[in-house]
């Protein structure tokens, strides 16, 4: 039975939306007219906007001035932020951190003020609601005012790539927050930041560990604070019942609560009565929140478990005040102070609205101070070049099960320019890994969209990282002997014949979310030089994938999918994880890829399981979660597994031929598997199967016996394999042998790739060995 999509859509004009499961589909039909009415009334939208995002700004302040700004930010701050780690999901989370961001922006603009009713400290949900779907519109009229820049009747060509590239870093600055996941970005801080602790406890007053463990003391505290009104309310409730019975049945009062509160309490029927306290101890829970939410330095200072003087000078380099925001400030931004002063202060007071947006935000905050010492930023500058070389390779290796890898190599130019370098080379069974690492920052004016700034960093960061890896391959294919040395003098020379693949690898710190997952598109730019596009990944993209990758084999087979999607030019994905999701769900097959219909298709979210496991390992999800790992029967899983132990030389070829089934192949290869296993098992003889992806240009066979001892049976699947291959004239032919009598099921294996041609023997072969005979009648 086929599996049921979830499908929504819409359809205006000749322009139609539709969702099916995981994937957008987007595809235009507009006629001529109909697309001119289209741009039209976009370039009247986009004249309008900014006339009707100052009145709604203008109406929303003035809602804003009637309460106290801490209460504000922080309700607006638990609507958007509050979600239970054991149910999250990233797709179905309707809280948005730019509503946050926004909100304590608006509010920072003027001096700090307390509403002259205390009363108004209770914001009711009618309120609260008004107050977020403004929020809301606001932001949705920001991205259409940005999304209709180009707009105008005129207009016939489509936009540029790079115009369309400026549109989408725009809305992706403004609505996309944390790149990663937290216990990563620790990882990463301190492996940047401590070489320099001794300079940062001398004249900043802190240090790295300093500044993760206040980050993990704010988030206890605001949690265990809501947590702690949340059950002073439930017995708050239980104990208001009990009074309002002993005041029905005439029984003495403590005088905890007003006799009116109760008498009128007392007057409704008993659902209204739950309902009426419930309503009463709900509002006392949330009453004045900017209180619950603020802390002292003191209390940051025993909660963190560091001292006061520390907490302090933390606090005065990540704290922003009342009347810092420039008054002129409407339209939401994609940089702003928050990114890197992330704590609001008032008069001894804290608040910090969105804890992951200070830990995301202490790397750029930082940096920002080590800039204004120009011998600091250089120190700085080299060591979060190695930090980040190092860190790649380390991980490649990981998820290559330990593959032997060489740093800041150099090597005679190819083109005879002088000594070329490469940041670092690894190997692994019949592949090369030629990897450049870029440490430089992807600067605010590239993530507002600004051309030259956006052009320039993407040259720097991926453009200049993909011509040195390509300068290596080149050097590797025109020399007999490629020869490399390393930075301890390793030198490490390149057995040609040994190698078929090499990928070229560029990492960066940066996410650069907008581009590198079609990375096609930006080389329409023209800012690469000629040749096959890199895998470009970002450094804790890279952190998750190591740990998820299940099997070494498993990222080669990913990375010879992932590269040909540049092939498939119409279907995008959000981040390299939503790509590796797939593959890990779905398989990430090229061909199925492009048979879906449209314009334009759309991944969303694929990480979801991840979540689950990372939230789980971090401890923030009681429930247990699995590793995430590609769906696959138990054997073919054990067959992997023993072709990764013995690991003989050219096996990676044939686990990626394995993974190549689809899920019914994988399934029907190990009926057929334990099929003729059985067979042996039960006469001792030698039994086969093959199977034929005509498609895929790939034939498999598997032999298995008992009383044949291993050679022989090996053998005659070699020449087996040899005469099919010949006879269906595929591309490559995989056998495998599984002997009954060892332990395991993989005892033998043979790969054959050679070119097919006519051979007067192998006829002869075909013809004996794979002509069917009659049947005895």
């Known amino acids: 039975m086929a599996r049921r999509r979830y499908y929504e859509g819409f359809e205006a004009g000749g322009l139609r939306v539709e969702r099916f499961g995981r994937f957008v589909r987007m595809q235009n ?13 976009g370039a009247e939208y986009h004249r309008q906007a900014p ?19 801490f209460d504000i930010i922080a309700h607006v701050s638990f609507i958007n932020l509050s979600a239970d780690p054991e149910t999250y999901k990233e ?8 509503c946050v961001e926004y909100v304590t922006l608006l509010c920072l603009k003027k001096p700090y003020h307390t509403p002259p009713d205390p009363r108004d400290r209770l914001l009711d949900g009618p309120t609260l609601k008004d107050i977020q779907d403004r929020l809301k519109q606001i932001l949705w009229h920001t991205i259409w005012f940005h999304g209709t820049r180009r707009a105008h009747p005129e207009q016939a060509e489509p936009p540029s790539v790079l115009e369309e590239l400026q549109f989408k870093t725009v809305l992706h600055e403004l609505g996309v927050r944390n790149p990663g996941y937290l216990q990563h970005l620790e990882e990463l801080l301190r492996g940047l930041f401590q070489p320099l602790t001794g300079w940062m406890e001398t ?6 560990e300093d500044a993760i463990a206040f980050g993990h003391a704010i988030d206890r505290i605001l949690n265990d604070r809501i947590v702690d009104r949340r059950e002073r309310a439930r017995v708050e409730e239980k104990n208001l019942r009990r009074q309002v019975r002993a005041y029905r049945m005439g029984r003495s009062l403590t005088g905890q609560y007003a006799e009116e509160t109760l008498a009128g309490l007392a007057r409704l029927r008993d659902d209204e009565i739950r309902r009426a306290i419930r309503n009463m101890v709900v509002g006392w829970t949330f009453f004045a929140l900017g209180d619950t939410y603020a802390f002292t330095a003191e209390e940051l200072a025993a909660e963190a478990e560091r001292p006061t003087d520390r907490t302090q000078a933390f606090l005065d380099r990540m704290v922003i005040g009342f009347g810092e925001v420039d008054g002129d400030f409407r339209m939401p931004a994609t940089d702003h102070a928050l990114r890197v002063r992330p704590i609001v202060r008032h008069e001894g007071r804290y608040l910090c609205p969105i804890v992951g947006l200070l830990m995301w935000g202490l790397r750029p905050a930082l940096e920002g101070i080590f800039k204004a010492d120009p011998g600091l930023w250089q120190r700085y500058q080299r060591a979060r070049g190695r930090h980040l070389e190092s860190r790649s390779l380390e991980l490649l290796s990981q998820a290559l099960g330990g593959a032997p890898y060489y740093r800041s190599l150099k090597f005679p130019s190819a083109e005879g320019e002088g000594e070329g370098e490469l940041d670092g080379l690894l190997t692994f069974d019949r592949c090369l890994f030629l ?11 590239a993530r507002r969209g600004v051309a030259e700034p956006m052009l320039h960093g993407l040259k720097d960061l991926v453009a200049e990282a993909h011509s040195q890896a390509l300068k290596a391959r080149r050097y590797i294919s025109a020399t007999d002997s490629p020869t490399f040395v390393a930075e301890d003098g390793t030198t490490v020379t390149i057995d040609k014949a040994r190698y078929d693949r090499i990928f070229l690898v560029t990492t960066t710190l940066e996410p650069l979310d907008v581009f590198t997952p079609v990375l096609h598109r930006v080389a329409d730019l023209g800012i690469f030089e000629a040749g096959d596009l890199p895998w470009a990944a970002y450094l804790l993209d890279l ?14 087979h990913y990375l010879d999918r992932r590269l040909r999607l540049h092939e498939a030019k119409k279907v995008e994905a959000g981040d390299e994880l939503d790509w590796f999701g797939h593959y890990l769900r779905e398989g990430l097959s090229l061909e199925d890829l492009k048979a879906w219909p449209g314009d334009k298709i759309q991944l969303l979210t694929y990480t979801t399981t991840m979540d689950d496991y990372f939230l789980y390992q971090a401890g923030e999800r009681e429930t247990p979660a699995p590793k995430p790992v590609q769906p696959m029967p138990n054997k073919l899983r054990q067959m992997i597994a023993e072709l990764e132990t013995e690991r003989a030389e050219g096996y990676v070829d044939v686990v990626c031929h394995l993974l190549d089934m689809g899920a019914d192949a994988r399934r029907r290869f190990v009926k057929s598997v334990d099929k003729i296993r059985g067979l042996s098992r039960r006469d001792g003889g030698d039994h086969n199967f093959f199977a034929l992806s005509s498609g895929a240009g790939f034939g498999l066979c598997v032999f298995t016996g008992l009383a044949t001892a291993l050679p022989q049976l090996v053998e005659r699947m070699q020449v087996y394999s040899s005469a099919k291959k010949y006879q269906t004239r595929m591309q490559t032919w995989v056998g495998l042998a599984s002997h009954l009598a060892l332990p395991g099921l993989v005892h033998g294996w043979v790969m054959l790739t050679d070119p097919w041609q006519y051979d007067a023997q192998m006829e002869e072969v075909v013809a004996t060995l794979l002509t069917p005979r009659p049947r005895k009648r």
Do not use: N, T
Request: glycine share 6%; with cysteine; proline share 4%.
């Open 29 to 41: 039909a507009l006629s001529a007219d109909q697309h001119r009415e289209f741009l039209r009334r």
């Open 203 to 208: 004249s900043l007053g802190f240090s790295i």
């Open 435 to 445: 990897v450049e690492c870029k440490a430089g920052a992807f600067s605010p004016a």
């Open 91 to 98: 797709w179905a989370h309707e809280g948005q951190q730019a």
């Open 543 to 556: 952190r998750v994938m190591s740990e998820l990758i299940e099997f070494p084999a498993q990222l080669v």
């Open 51 to 69: 006339e009707l995002i100052a009145q709604q700004v203008a109406e929303l302040e003035g809602i804003l001035e009637r309460y106290d700004p």
